[in-house]
């Protein structure tokens, strides 16, 4: 399961219906409050973040995320524009880092290298 969050909803669109097709359940949300509860009550194999979220911003959730006990274990992929934010970003605890704009594949391929996961091979609900 995954979970896209990004405050475009075009982006979290076009990122759930790629990773649809590889059989990937996915939810997404639109800000930093969302995306937290989103991951505690969903707790979610990956999540794929965007930094530049509005009411708490991705690097305050990623932090807010590894303080939980329930949500501290789930890889998070941080997505920005901003290149000056790598480090912010992975003090707060991300595991990986991409810049935008970010393909799907490219997603695809990092949630893949996360979850160590052949890249041919999706990710079916109830699946780790």
């Given at each position: 399961?995954?979970?896209?969050?990004?405050?475009?909803?075009?982006?979290?669109?076009?990122?759930?219906?790629?990773?649809?097709?590889?059989?990937?359940?996915?939810?997404?949300?639109?800000?930093?409050?969302?995306?937290?509860?989103?991951?505690?009550?969903?707790?979610?194999?990956?999540?794929?973040?965007?930094?530049?979220?509005?009411?708490?911003?991705?690097?305050?959730?990623?932090?807010?995320?590894?303080?939980?006990?329930?949500?501290?274990?789930?890889?998070?992929?941080?997505?920005?524009?901003?290149?000056?934010?790598?480090?912010?970003?992975?003090?707060?605890?991300?595991t990986a880092y991409l810049?935008?704009?970010?393909?799907?594949?490219?997603?695809?391929?990092?949630?893949?290298?996360l979850l160590r996961l052949?890249?041919?091979?999706?990710?079916?609900?109830?699946?780790?």
């Amino acid at each position: 399961m995954v979970l896209v969050v990004d405050f475009d909803p075009a982006v979290c669109l076009m990122q759930a219906i790629y990773l649809k097709e590889l059989g990937c359940q996915v939810f997404t949300a639109h800000d930093g409050f969302a995306a937290l509860e989103h991951a505690s009550a969903l707790l979610p194999d990956v999540i794929v973040m965007s930094l530049d979220i509005p009411r708490l911003d991705g690097c305050e959730a990623i932090r807010r995320l590894n303080e939980s006990s329930s949500t501290r274990r789930i890889p998070v992929v941080a997505v920005t524009e901003d290149p000056n934010s790598r480090l912010k970003a992975f003090e707060a605890g991300c595991t990986a880092y991409l810049m935008k704009p970010c393909t799907p594949q490219i997603i695809w391929a990092q949630i893949c290298a996360l979850l160590r996961l052949p890249e041919s091979r999706a990710i079916r609900p109830g699946q780790s």
